[in-house]
């Protein structure tokens, strides 16, 4: 028998499989389709990470399951290459963005390669290559003539450190997602994407689609649908009113003053009556440099100042209210106003106890001299006028009602999610293809001038102005209007990151097409994704974002259906062996080539699956990886015990039938680890029995292979087995044979199980009565006492009841 060498195996199958281009997608078959998603790396300087591989490996055993089953497998990769850390990275080492991102993919994708994923590279996507960016260009220019895309003054999360606006998605606990430096508020001019338009749409299409739960939890989350009401207060001593949105119109009685946020209109328009003007002045500039997330922290100490000199009338009392200003209400939520309702809201209560306001219970059950009752989705309206005595559920219908009638105000819904932050001041990114022209405004350029090329420059280095380094490119910000011929400046922005990954998935349908961005037949053909994992952190960001560019997309009749996902799941991290996670500065970081080189590219995928619970978290070991290369010697070692044979060893036959289940079930249901268990137990099965012959074998070759490729196709060739194993079927497993003919039957007296007896399958429920009741652990429980019930659930239990 040869040894065992992964180095020469793996690179052999890895040419083979190319020679054979086993693993390209057809555009035209009659197979069924199946289409599997992986989110594809951004090429970094670091190279590939062991996390990388966790969720390839699984969706490749996926794939290679299904060419056996008989389908036409995409299952693509590419490149989300634009981004900060190259141009961070270009910056520091003074080599070109683009120069830096050809190298980290040539180093990505000979990484890869030698871990052996089936990719069907001949469909590879960059979205850093012009012929890429054109089409993420041209669905910007649709956004913009559609009036989804659209400029703003706003008050944006800037990194000061990476010195760059930010969307909030990328703003965590406060601090740069990328960098972790102090996060400041800046007002700029950005380009914006009206998400907030798709926001129902979002929520409401994820009942068609088959995403794991906690995905679809986080996103409707983030998405903050409320339902309530907008309602007018009049501002006493003119005509003028404060609109507010409430949640709990029900709570309207008990609403004793009101608060708007410091950027609240209302403070201007009436600075001349405000009586304590300095004061509140004084507050809104303290107010200004703090982030959303500090304004809203909880447990932080309310502040706030009097609006003295003005008041509203609340509408149900009659009764006249102070307003006062704080920043625990935002701007950009609601209408930047509140009534606060102390008895019942907690942020109120606080604030009401620091500046002693009234507080007053509607709703029964608190103690409101301790804290706010908030326990309130049921219960009893009290000191509440007509709607006294009345449950929750019918107050707040009874007062929308009578808001309507009134004409206070109308229902509402509002939503969390925000507009999309879509501009960048930074070098490496898609250039927005806009003009503007004084005389026309803002101008796309033609379609035909598309792609519209980064220009190459000198110094990409972000300015202190906050502009982006193309501002400073006189020949590329000066142009002409395409409209009207004038003199016009180009937009210097650039597009986030999060651009070229909204719609990467249409493309590798139809990576080649100069026309359009994937033809009709080819987005008819593949579409939808059928299942497309990656990780929770891309929940809120990628995969929201590219399921609102594909609605669009719908919308304007370019792709055939609203979600571009079936089916959604997802990973859990790989922590370092500290159970940290792993980093450069923590010294955690296992690199995959060290594994491939030390044990080969089949341990590393078959570490990577058994390493424990694919949705959870879980820490490296050197010696779980180990274990798996062991595991992979022994398999390399039924070759010692081969014989003849073409069809199943007859004592082997069951435990091969119940292990095609397993595993054929397993690798459906992300539980690649006891798939792999169930494979070592077959496999010790062998051993113990002294033999298998080439049909065991060859089934047993064909389960590992999805998982560990290589030395499953070597060693079905070493055996003789007919063709190439990637030419094989997925076997068939007869249920009859998975079922077990003799087997222990637990025996529950009172509820207690008490023993087993062995029966058979097809043994009749006479004889199994009578060893039931003749074994001694039942006898114990049973004798001297009346049965007064038996029950026996054939194949499950055997239930008695005494008395
Ligand atoms: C009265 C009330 C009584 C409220 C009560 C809540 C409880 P969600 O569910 O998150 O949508 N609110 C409205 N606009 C706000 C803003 N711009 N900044 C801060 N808070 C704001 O929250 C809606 C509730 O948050 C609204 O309902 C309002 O307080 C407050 F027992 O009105 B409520
Ligand atoms: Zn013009």
Known sequence: ???????????????????????????????????????????????????????????????????????????????????L??????????????????QNIARFKGQLKSIGFSFDWSREVNTTDPNYYKWTQWIFLKLFEKGLAYKQEMPINFCTSCKVGLANEEVVGGVCERCGSEV????????????????????????????????????????????????????????????????????????????????????????????????VEAYRADVSKKSDFERTELVKEKTGVELRGLSAINPATGKEIPLWVSDYVLMTYGTGAIMAVPGHDQRDWEFATKFNLPIIDVIKGGDITKEAYTDTDSGILVNSGFINDMEVKDAIRTMLDWIEKEGLGERKVNYKLRDWVFSRQRYWGEPIPLVHCDECG????????????????????PTDTGESPLAAIHEWVHTTCPKCGGPAHRETDTMPQWAGSSWYFLRYMDPDNHDQLASKETLEYWSPIDWYNGGMEHTTLHLLYSRFWHKFLYDIGVVPMPEPYAKRTSHGM?????????????????????????????TLRTYEMFIGDFEKAVPWSDNGVKGCRRFLDRVWRLQEILTEGNSYTPELESSIHKTIKKVSED????????????????????????????????????????????????????AGLPGYLFQTTWPEY????????????????????????????DESTESIKEKVFASAGVKKFTDGKTVVKEIYVPGKIYNIVVK
């Open 1 to 83: 028998m040869k040894d065992y060498t992964p180095k020469s195996i793996e690179k052999k199958w890895q040419d083979i499989w190319d020679e054979h281009q086993c693993y390209r997608a057809e555009n035209n078959s009659e197979k069924p389709k199946f289409y599997a998603l992986v989110e594809f790396p951004y090429p970094s300087s670091n190279g590939l990470h062991v996390g990388h591989p966790r969720p390839y490996t699984a969706l490749d055993i996926v794939s290679r399951k299904r060419r056996y089953q008989g389908y036409n497998v995409l299952f693509p990769m590419g490149w989300d290459a634009f981004g």
């Open 85 to 102: 850390p190259t141009e961070n990275f270009a910056i520091k080492n003074k080599i070109h963005p683009r120069i830096v991102t050809e």
């Open 184 to 279: 400041i508020r800046r007002v700029k001019n950005q380009w914006m994407l009206k998400i907030t338009e798709y926001a129902e749409r979002l929520i409401n299409d994820l009942d068609t689609v088959d995403y794991i739960d906690r995905v679809k939890i986080q996103q409707i989350n983030w998405i903050g649908r409320s339902e309530g009401a907008e309602l007018d207060f009049r501002i006493v001593g003119g005509d003028d009113v404060l609109r507010i949105f409430t949640t709990r119109p029900d709570t309207l009685f008990g609403a004793t003053y009101m608060v708007i946020a410091p950027e609240h209109p209302l403070i201007d328009k009436y600075r001349d009556r405000i009586e304590n003007i300095d004061l």
């Open 442 to 461: 803002w101008v796309p350029i033609p379609e035909s001038e598309l792609p519209l090329k980064l220009p190459e420059v000198e110094n990409y280095e």
């Open 574 to 602: 790989i922590l370092g062996d500290n159970n940290e996670k792993m980093s450069k500065s923590r010294g955690n970081v296992v690199n995959p080539d060290d594994i491939v080189r030390d044990y080969g590219a089949d």
């Open 667 to 718: 690798f459906e249901n992300l539980k690649f680890n006891t798939g792999i268990a169930a494979m070592m137990s077959l496999l010790n099965e062998f051993n113990d029995f002294g033999r298998l012959n080439k049909k065991d074998f060859q089934t047993f070759l064909i389960l590992l292979n999805p998982v560990a490729p290589h030395i499953t196709e070597e060693l079905w060739e070493i």
């Open 734 to 761: 007869d249920q009859e044979k998975t079922i077990d003919k003799v087997f222990d039957l637990p025996v529950q007296v009172n509820g207690k199980v008490r023993g087993t007896v062995e029966v058979s399958i």
